[in-house]
């Protein structure tokens, strides 16, 4: 059973910075190539954000957020990390972490298997 649990949102003001991270465990956890970052805000479908593989770190990232958000992992702890700069109050919204098995989907919810329960990240203007 792989777990996901996200850690590090909070509120803070337009133009701040933020990092939320996401620690995965699990006796399986090595058969999951791809993680990615995902978010909802209210009454909205959940969006992709970033994504990064496993091995060999390849980066990915929705318009929206490109150039301002870095997706990272240390694969010596199993942690995901998003670093979230310049943030504007539509980046507010609960994120999540998940894993998947197949990178050429990277940006598809329905090809992520397990879900971590979210961190709300809240941006006042």
């Known amino acids: 059973q792989v777990t996901l649990v996200e850690s590090g949102g909070g509120l803070v003001q337009a133009g701040d910075s933020l990092r939320v991270s996401c620690a995965a465990s699990g006796p399986t956890f090595k058969h999951y190539v791809i993680m990615g970052w995902f978010r909802q805000a209210p009454g909205k479908e959940r969006e992709f954000v970033a994504a990064?593989?496993?091995?060999?770190?390849?980066?990915y990232y929705a318009d929206s957020v490109k150039g301002r958000f870095t997706i990272s992992r240390d694969t010596a702890e199993n942690t995901v990390h998003l670093q979230m700069n310049d943030l504007k109050p539509e980046d507010t919204a609960v994120y999540f972490c998940?894993?998947?098995?197949?990178?050429?989907?990277?940006?598809?919810?329905?090809?992520?298997?397990?879900w971590g329960r979210g961190t709300q990240v809240t941006v006042s203007s």
């Open positions: 998940a894993s998947s098995r197949v990178v050429d989907y990277y940006n598809d919810p329905l090809y992520y298997g397990i």
């Open positions: 990064i593989t496993w091995i060999r770190g390849n980066q």
